[in-house]
């Protein structure tokens, strides 16, 4: 039963009260979700939320939607400006009932600025324990409402892609007890455990790119063996995934394989990683979509921004080039439709897909210019030029941070020099 406010519960004498009709206010956002939300955003170069740092000074809700964040730069030429204001969009825009976000900037006094980068290393140090996944890590989920409709294939593909292009991937294989990531990209053995901490498998990519692997596989002898945790931990592994792995600080994005289906393990991720988006995965076919719309709407509900929708299984490619829609078509553009996202891809059905999965050898790796090999190569270019490029350490504030440091090291040489001297006369 909704709450009733006081001028409703006084004006019951007729059958009907207004309690049951929503006026537009009531699917404005509040203040307080708006920020709840921007907490999500980072400051890419102090690798910190911008709520945290005390950067975001107001919020406004328009009786329209259209919400107002003011936020308080270290400089106003600030080059990262853009890359701010589209996470702040990104994240707001998600909220029901928003129409349009505007921001504003402000720069911050001296003052200010020393303030936030004293919070911005207090709350690095107060980050650590909660996860060991850097602030500066794009976090990915590849979800799905259904089985089977390729999520796993598509997460160690993009993984593939885009170490090929030089990054340095995380893969958390959150499939407790139906891994299949550690098979499907060829990476084996028991996790090594060192300082407390486990220690990812790792593989090298040509290009100069790394692959950080967790798995439940790793951990057990066989699926058997990993089913009977069922239930029992699931939260708590994809948790202590989190917490007692030592990603690499530099990580440029971790990827996320769900396990089919929604709960909660997206609301528990949702909750350890503010800044954690996510991929829906679906085939052409209709029934796949309605479960998939479920999962998106579980993202919104958990505060998650959804980047795209991916269709997998589009099309059987022939060896002489027929295409042939095996599954139907068209449940990859409804669904993104639907909630208002992209389409960010179609992969078309291939041989060489399930094998490479089979074998160890993501097709992206193996045949990039086969059909799906380039749609993976292209997909792996629209996140990381486009959708969700890696948060780079340079720009304004870390260029301050650096200025400080030389300015504190020649500071600390001409003292160590003068007492030198004194020393010697
Ligand atoms: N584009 C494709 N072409 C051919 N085979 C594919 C393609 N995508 C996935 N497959 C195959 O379909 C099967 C299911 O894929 P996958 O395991 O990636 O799905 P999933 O959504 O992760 O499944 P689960 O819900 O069981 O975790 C696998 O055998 C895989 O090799
Ligand atoms: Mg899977």
Redesign the pocket.
């Given at each position: 039963m909704p709450p009733q406010d006081p001028a409703t519960t006084t004006a019951t004498t007729t059958a009907t009260t207004t309690a049951d009709v929503v006026s537009p206010t009531d699917v404005l956002p509040d203040v307080d979700s708006v920020r709840t939300i921007l907490a999500g955003v980072m400051d890419p170069e102090l690798r910190a939320s911008i709520v945290d740092l005390g950067m975001v000074r107001d919020i406004s809700v328009a009786t329209d939607g259209v919400v107002t964040v003011q936020v308080a730069l270290t400089t106003l030429g600030c080059p990262l400006q853009a890359e701010i204001r589209r996470e702040i969009k990104n994240k707001v825009t998600a909220l029901p009932g928003v129409s349009d976000v505007a921001v504003r900037w402000a720069e911050m006094t001296s003052e200010e600025k020393a303030t936030v980068m004293v919070r911005a290393r207090r709350n690095a140090r107060a980050n650590a324990p909660d996860t060991m996944v850097a602030p500066s890590t794009r976090v990915i989920t590849i979800a799905?409402g259904?089985?089977?409709?390729?999520?796993?294939?598509?997460?160690?593909n993009i993984a593939a892609a885009l170490a090929s292009r030089g990054l340095r991937i995380g893969v958390l294989d959150a499939?407790i007890w139906?891994f299949?990531v550690p098979r499907?990209l060829g990476v084996d053995g028991r996790l090594s455990g060192a300082d407390g901490k486990i220690h990812p498998n790792r593989r090298l990519i040509d290009g100069g790119g790394e692959l950080e692997v967790v798995s439940m596989g790793f951990l057990v002898e066989d699926e058997g063996s990993a089913l009977m945790w069922r239930g029992l931990m699931l939260n708590k592994a994809v948790e202590q995934f989190l917490t007692d792995v030592r990603w690499a600080e530099d990580l440029d994005y971790l990827l996320i394989?769900m396990?089919?289906g929604t709960g909660d393990v997206q609301m528990g991720l949702a909750r350890m990683l503010p800044q954690a988006e996510m991929i829906v995965?679906t085939t052409p076919t209709i029934a796949a979509q309605r479960v998939a719309a479920r999962v998106a709407d579980m993202a919104r509900k958990s505060d998650m921004v959804v980047l795209g929708v991916i269709e997998?299984?589009?099309e059987l490619v022939t060896p002489g080039g027929e295409r042939i829609a095996v599954f139907g078509s068209g449940g990859g553009a409804a669904l993104a439709k639907d909630i208002g996202v992209p389409l960010i891809a179609q992969?078309?059905?291939?041989?060489?897909?399930?094998?490479?999965?089979?074998n160890g050898m993501p097709i992206a790796l193996s045949a990039p210019d086969s059909a799906?090999g380039q749609v993976f190569t292209q997909l792996a270019t629209l996140i990381a030029t486009e959708l969700l490029p890696p948060i780079e350490m340079v720009g304004c504030t870390a260029r301050i941070l650096e200025a400080a440091a030389n300015n504190l090291r020649d500071a600390d040489a001409r003292s160590a020099a003068q007492t030198a001297t004194q020393t010697a006369t």
């Open positions: 799905s259904k089985g089977g409709v390729g999520k796993s294939s598509v997460t160690v499939d139906g299949s499907m394989d396990p089919p995965v997998n299984m589009s992969i078309p059905l291939e041989p060489l897909v399930s094998e490479g999965g089979d799906a």
